[in-house]
């Protein structure tokens, strides 16, 4: 048994001091296993393997080797039993510095360790917050089929040589880019089409080639968005040598039932004008429900009051770097090419936003997590097997094989995890504006229908093709019955 005491540090409300005595004959039983471990494997002439008496030890070798061994157990066990008496919870390694004690008395040692925060719940129901669900009109379902269509358009050559770069058109050009008259490679296409009026390259750039002609060529000034991935070229004016080399139009597809066909497995374009209206509201409905629940929650941890331990932070930035390193491992893209597609110009420059980042999520997933333990809030095998097979089943996967992966291995606590907190969230937006639920039950049941459709409209396909393949087969029997024998 250890007696141990704990202090906060000021001005550190995570950071906790403990004091750890450990009484005299228990650092003579580390001493004991210390020293059975060194002669274990000793060997001193006159004395068998293993038989060597502590007391002729000592005598020639000193007491400092079996105090260092029992050193490396004793500090970390009388830890552990400190921190399991004292309820604390740490989160990262502890700072160990020695008080007083040696051998042949009682040893006193500090621990400066990092514990979970204490979280404070403030008011997390009734916040005075509502909900504004989304409507879907026909100019929106318009909107989406000018899409649909924008998505088929074909490009027709412009064989007016007096033809001028105009918004709507498709314009082919090849630029150079130069920073202080030095070309940038990064700033160089030799062929690249632009959509006119899109705005998909640089801010200015499409409005630069206005009036141009094909063949024309055109000097265009622009400066770089502050916020573009490199940093030698945030902010900074560019000169682009620019060629149009010919000019395209759009040719948009005729709004029929043919174009539904196509985009669709409707039949006509009524049809399609109601499975896009059908599109809208799930989507909208969900976006505005995910908007509702971070609102909620985003006043809930606002209502709390304390402080992230830095280690945890750290700790979440560094899983989070090994993370997209692994994610680029699994797409075969070098690191360096996989930040620079994510905006980053270097792993720092990742990890000090990926640092900025941890402290809200942690804060929002502790608070989260407190909530749930206040309210109960746990996953029922019911919640945990739904959600498998809609898992499996939008993979392509075997429920059986997905629910065997989620019993051995990490998978399966993960999953648990985040529904214990995707379910806490939801009851915060519920309990805010009862309004919340009625939607979000309405959403989850439409979907399921949906998914129930597109079931009964899979089987119904397999079984056509099952009969189809079955008249094949009896017509060729047949026809070898038929034929006459050899």
């Not at 471990?37 to 400092?64: A, D, Q, W, Y």
Request: no cysteine; glycine share 6%; net charge negative.
């Amino acid at each position: 048994m250890v007696k141990a005491t704990v202090e906060t540090v000021e001005d550190r409300e995570n950071t906790r001091v403990v004091r750890i005595e450990v009484a005299p004959e228990e650092v003579e039983e580390y001493m004991n296993r210390a020293f059975a471990e060194i002669r274990s494997e000793l060997t001193i002439p006159g004395f068998r393997k293993g038989r060597v008496p502590r007391k002729i030890f000592e005598n020639r070798f000193g007491v400092e080797p079996i105090w260092e061994e029992a050193l490396e157990k004793l500090v970390p066990e009388a830890y552990g039993e400190a921190i399991t008496d004292l309820e604390l919870n740490p989160v990262a390694p502890p700072e160990v510095d020695f008080e007083d004690g040696g051998p042949d008395e009682g040893f006193v040692f500090t621990a400066t360790v990092e514990v979970m925060p204490e979280v404070e719940l403030g008011e997390y129901k009734d916040l005075g917050i509502e909900l504004d669900l989304p409507e879907i009109t026909s100019e929106d379902v318009d909107e989406a089929l000018e899409d649909l269509r924008e998505r088929r358009a074909t490009a027709e050559v412009v064989e007016d040589e007096e033809a001028e770069v105009a918004p709507g058109m498709l314009a082919v050009v090849g630029f150079q880019g130069y920073l202080d008259g030095a070309p940038r490679e990064e700033l160089t296409a030799e062929e690249e089409m632009l959509d006119i009026g899109s705005g998909q390259y640089l801010p200015g750039f499409e409005d630069g080639l206005l009036g141009a002609k094909a063949g024309e060529t055109r000097e265009i000034e622009i400066e770089i968005p502050a916020d573009a991935p490199s940093e030698d070229l945030a902010g900074r004016e560019v000169t682009f040598e620019v060629e149009v080399k010919e000019l395209k139009n759009k040719v948009l597809p005729e709004l029929d039932d043919e174009f539904a066909q196509e985009v669709s497995e409707v039949e006509s374009l009524e049809e399609l004008r109601e499975e896009l209206e059908e599109y809208l509201k799930d989507a909208r409905m969900s976006a505005a429900l995910e908007a509702f629940e971070q609102e909620v929650v985003s006043a809930v941890v606002a209502g709390t009051d304390f402080e992230v331990p830095d280690p945890m932070i750290a700790d979440l930035a560094d899983r989070r770097i090994e993370e997209m390193r692994s994610e680029a491992e699994g797409r075969d893209m070098e690191f360096d090419q996989y930040l620079m597609a994510r905006g980053f110009a270097s792993e720092e420059e990742a990890r000090e936003a990926l640092l900025e980042q941890a402290g809200p999520d942690l804060k929002e997933s502790l608070v989260l997590d407190a909530v749930a333990k206040q309210e109960d809030i746990e996953v029922t095998e019911e919640e945990f097997e739904g959600e498998l097979e809609k898992r499996a089943e939008g993979m392509g996967l075997d429920a059986g094989m997905l629910r065997q992966l989620a019993m051995t291995t990490e998978y399966g606590r993960r999953l648990r995890s985040d529904l214990r907190i995707q379910k806490t969230r939801r009851l915060l937006a519920g309990w805010t504006d009862s309004e919340y639920t009625e939607a979000r039950e309405g959403l989850e049941a439409h979907r399921e229908r949906r998914r129930q459709e597109a079931r009964e409209r899979a089987e119904a396909e397999a079984q056509a093709a099952a009969e189809e393949s079955g008249e094949d087969l009896s017509e060729v029997m047949e026809d070898e019955e038929d034929s006459p024998e050899e």
